[in-house]
């Protein structure tokens, strides 16, 4: 993610070319909550597909979504979401009473590409969409210091809010795109419970301030975001569409924070013996207690972090037919393969075992 998204494919070829576009993702790249691949499939539920089926054509076990700990890797869920917007021929992915036809979201990118700044660029998107239907798109507001964006999706069509948090998710990463720099969110508000899988969300929506139970859900920027240029055009607008879905899919990673500063100190010593707490916060120029108490204010630990980076990398390493369990584990740092198995079902709620059977058709 989350971590979700609902772009479109023109064509089939087009779909194994922007596949291929995105492999070889570095091994310590965030895995994904299968949370989020059964929140995708209310759609086609709803439709009545073969969703065993569904998910075997891109390499996914309908046993794994029992496993609540259970986790896919980015090129996994990359192929899962294209598959569904092929199969349902809906860039909305079987969510909406009436489907968004393929290319609907390419053909609203060639209209905003001419805007001279981005706030008109939102506007004519949410004109753009407003066509189709009034409860279904994405409102951009505007006060004197800050701009929001505010999905407008029927709740009872989008009980697990994949479909709300993907639009936000695409229309952020869109409009931080067509300025080239990173819009950075100021808070993000969700106006339903807090879920059990919040810690993901750092990843998916990073902001100093994330609320649920608010209002409504939102995200919220400076307004003077809006006020900048557009800096595409039709030539680089047509790359961005070869690969930004896929993209834009697996960017579950959240580049200010502490969390994804240590794993990237971490990624060189996967293997070998891991850097202490005291050790990184030297490199980091932080003191032990520092980044503690912000590791802390991020929902994380230290020992946590260096699981979830071993976690990510060993399910990347079981995709690869070539590596024995043993390989894999002493790749990831594990001198003892039963102590890998242990760790590894801690983390997953599988065996690395299971966890390769359940995707042999990768």
């Known amino acids: 993610m989350q971590i979700a998204l609902i772009i479109f494919y023109l064509h089939l070829?087009?779909?194994?070319?922007?596949?291929?576009?995105?492999?070889?993702?570095?091994?310590?790249?965030?895995?994904?909550?299968?949370?989020?691949?059964?929140?995708?499939?209310?759609?086609?539920?709803?439709?009545?597909?073969?969703?065993?089926?569904?998910?075997?054509?891109?390499?996914?076990?309908?046993?794994?979504?029992?496993?609540?700990?259970?986790?896919?890797?980015?090129?996994?869920?990359?192929?899962?979401?294209?598959?569904?917007?092929?199969?349902?021929?809906?860039?909305?992915?079987?969510?909406?009473?009436?489907?968004?036809?393929?290319?609907?979201?390419?053909?609203?990118?060639?209209?905003?590409?001419h805007?001279?700044?981005?706030?008109?660029a939102l506007e004519l998107s949410e004109q753009f969409y407003r066509?189709?239907?009034?409860?279904?798109?994405?409102?951009?507001e505007r006060d004197k210091h800050e701009a929001r964006l505010v999905p407008l999706i029927p709740r009872e069509l989008d009980?697990?809010?994949?479909?709300?948090?993907?639009?936000?998710?695409?229309?952020?990463?869109?409009?931080?795109?067509?300025?080239?720099?990173?819009?950075?969110?100021?808070?993000?508000?969700?106006?339903?419970?807090?879920?059990?899988?919040?810690?993901?969300?750092d990843a998916l929506f990073f902001a100093p301030l994330m609320q649920f139970d608010a209002p409504r859900t939102e995200i919220t920027f400076a307004a003077d975001y809006l006020d900048l240029p557009i800096r595409q055009n039709e030539e680089t607008l047509e790359e961005f569409l070869k690969v930004a879905p896929?993209?834009?899919?697996?960017?579950?990673?959240?580049?200010?924070?502490?969390?994804t500063r240590i794993r990237d100190v971490l990624k060189s010593h996967i293997g070998e013996e891991m850097p202490t707490l005291n050790d990184v916060a030297s490199m980091l120029y932080l003191s032990p207690q520092t980044l503690r108490r912000r590791l802390a204010s991020e929902g994380k630990s230290y020992q946590g972090v260096k699981d979830a980076l071993r976690r990510d990398a060993a399910i990347h390493l079981l995709l690869q037919p070539s590596l024995t369990l043993e390989d894999v584990a002493q790749q990831v740092g594990f001198s003892e393969t039963s102590t890998f198995h242990r760790a590894f079902k801690k983390w997953t709620g599988v065996t690395p075992g299971l966890y390769r059977q359940l995707h042999g058709s990768l």
């Not at 995105?22 to 073969?50: C, P, Q, W, Y």
């Open 13 to 113: 070829g087009q779909l194994f070319v922007n596949i291929k576009a995105i492999e070889g993702i570095n091994v310590s790249r965030d895995t994904i909550s299968i949370h989020f691949v059964n929140a995708a499939l209310t759609g086609v539920k709803r439709l009545g597909m073969d969703v065993e089926t569904l998910l075997s054509h891109v390499g996914i076990e309908a046993e794994l979504l029992k496993q609540p700990k259970a986790r896919v890797s980015p090129e996994q869920y990359t192929r899962f979401i294209q598959m569904l917007w092929m199969v349902t021929q809906d860039e909305h992915a079987g969510f909406s009473t009436e489907p968004r036809r393929l290319g609907t979201f390419a053909m609203m990118c060639q209209l905003i590409i």
């Open 115 to 120: 805007a001279k700044t981005l706030g008109q």
């Open 131 to 140: 066509l189709f239907r009034d409860d279904w798109f994405i409102a951009i």
């Open 159 to 201: 009980p697990d809010h994949f479909m709300t948090e993907s639009m936000l998710m695409i229309w952020h990463g869109l409009a931080s795109w067509l300025i080239d720099r990173r819009i950075s969110l100021e808070r993000v508000n969700f106006e339903y419970p807090r879920p059990e899988q919040a810690d993901e969300y």
């Open 246 to 259: 896929a993209q834009l899919l697996v960017k579950f990673k959240n580049i200010n924070s502490l969390t």
